[in-house]
Structures are given as C-alpha cells and as structure tokens.
C-alpha cells in the first residue's frame, strides 16, 4: 500500500496558485481512480484506490503548506504505513516551469510543506514527485511568488505537468521507483 500526498492550502483563494499543484495531482489521480468526491479523514481529504494490484491511499493535507507533517504522520499511523511506502508531490521553484524530478529521499530544498514533514516524520527517507514552477521574475519573497495565481503563459504547461506528475507517481506504484525515474528524470 502507497500513501500518496499532494501539498497545498485549503481554501478557494489559493486553488489555482503555483503552490497547490500537489493538490491539482492527487484531484487527477482521484478522477482516474473514478473517485466524485474525497472525504476527510486525520486533517486531510483522503480517497483510496488502486494502481496495479497495489492499494493507494490519496491525500491532500487541509492544515496548511506549513503544517502538512501532522496530517501526514497521522495517515502513516493510521495506515500503518513506514514512510518509504509515502510518496509526496509538489511544487519546486528550482525546476523549470512544467519540469517533472522523481527523487528517493533528500533535504527539503527551503520548502516548508517538506521541512514540516521531515520534522514531523523524523525521516527524509520518502518518495517526491516536484513539479518545476521555475523562478521566472521572482524579485522578492519566494512565498509571494507561489502564493500567486498561475500566470495565463503558464498554464498550458502547468497543466501537461499535472498529468505527467500523475503518470509519474503512477509509475512508482507500478513499476518501482527506478523504472519511474529512469522515464521521467530522463
């Protein structure tokens, strides 16, 4: 069994910001898995399905990008999952726009959803799936850069990026973490 986390903020004004890519994944993977509607469940909208013969649970943390480790810590417990079956999705700065990077474990990179899981967790030792959000006109503060609404030049490939953010954390389930990489870091 996958845990499978899309980082994001709750709530209708940060829906279409860089930051909730993570969230626009798990609603991708949610529609593939035929699920209408996910249902709350340890401070996240949960859906669980199946990729392969292998049962995946979907999650959108509802604490907020910095405080998504509690909710996740809670899942895995639930669950009873050890953090190597986690796989988390989100936005990166440091790729470029549409950008697709499968990586095994690692630092949190300045990203505060991940320092709130690695410290929840005490762990890095779990999957990520970063979609590039690029830096393009970044001047001040990274956190108003992804706080913002998608730019209309930046949608198109954003949205390709979604789809293959899904087909990658597809991949993982299915064919293992190194098959994936090898097709998608490539």
Known sequence: MYLIVGLGNPGKEY??????????????LASRQGLTSLRSKHHSFIG?????????????????????????????AWYKLDVKNLIVIYDDVDLEIGQIRIREKGGAGGHHGLESIIGSLGSSD???????????NLTGDVADYVLQNIPPAQREPLEAAIVAAADAAEAIVAAGLAAAMNKYNS
């Open 15 to 28: 829906e279409n910001t860089r930051h909730n890519l993570g969230f626009r994944v798990i609603n991708e």
């Open 48 to 76: 669980e399905g199946k990729i392969d013969d292998h049962k995946v649970i979907l999650a959108q943390p509802q604490t907020f990008m910095n405080d998504s480790g509690s909710a996740v810590r809670g899942l895995l």
């Open 126 to 136: 779990f999957m990520r799936v970063r979609i590039g959000i690029g830096r393009e």
